[in-house]
């Protein structure tokens, strides 16, 4: 996951959901809506103490019923753990089929020349995403510079 600087948690505070157990933090995950149709799932972290206890699926699933609540269609995420992101029923698909984050955030992310993170795609209506196909690279370094991620920037 990014780092973010305190300025920009408070800028998006009203994006978080926090999962708590008697007023002790146990995890937290933001819905950012992008566009009146898409939304991104991010920010994601489980303290390791309460992990592996559905803390974080719960978490997603709240980011879900958000969107939709507000009547979005489709809800991605970019991760380094795609199959947790599987078992919440998002499909592994390809970041070039996200022009709405690719050609927006991407190209200003400090993670650029080391983007490693695959997409992973939600649509609320239950119809199926297209996957990533075999072969096909993922990453915004592979997909969009046509290079390997510079491991010493990662
Ligand atoms: C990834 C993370 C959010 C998972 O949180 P969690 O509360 O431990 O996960 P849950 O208990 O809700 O697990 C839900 C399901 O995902 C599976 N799962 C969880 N972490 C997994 C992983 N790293 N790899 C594969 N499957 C995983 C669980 O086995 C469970 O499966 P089930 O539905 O069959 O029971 C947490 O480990 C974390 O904060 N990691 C560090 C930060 C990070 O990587 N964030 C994601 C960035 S997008």
Do not use: N
């Not at 780092?3 to 959901?17: A, I, P, V």
């Amino acid at each position: 996951m990014l780092s973010r600087s305190r300025d920009f948690l408070l800028e998006h505070l009203r994006d978080f959901f926090v999962a708590e157990d008697d007023g002790e933090f146990l995890g937290c995950c933001a819905l950012a809506v992008l566009t009146s149709d898409l939304a991104e799932v991010r920010s994601l972290a489980v303290r390791p103490e309460a992990s592996s206890r559905g803390v974080g699926k719960a978490l997603v699933e709240s980011c879900l019923a958000e969107a939709r609540r507000l009547g979005l269609r489709r809800v991605f995420a970019l991760t380094l753990v795609p199959e947790f992101f599987e078992r919440c029923g998002f499909t592994l698909t390809s970041l070039g089929r996200l022009p709405e984050k690719s050609a927006s955030e991407c190209p200003v992310c400090p993670k650029r020349f080391a983007c490693d993170e695959q997409a992973m795609l939600l649509h609320l209506d239950g119809t199926k995403p297209q996957a990533l196909r075999a072969g096909e690279p993922w990453g915004y370094t592979r997909i969009f510079l046509g290079r390997e991620p510079d491991q010493e920037s990662a």
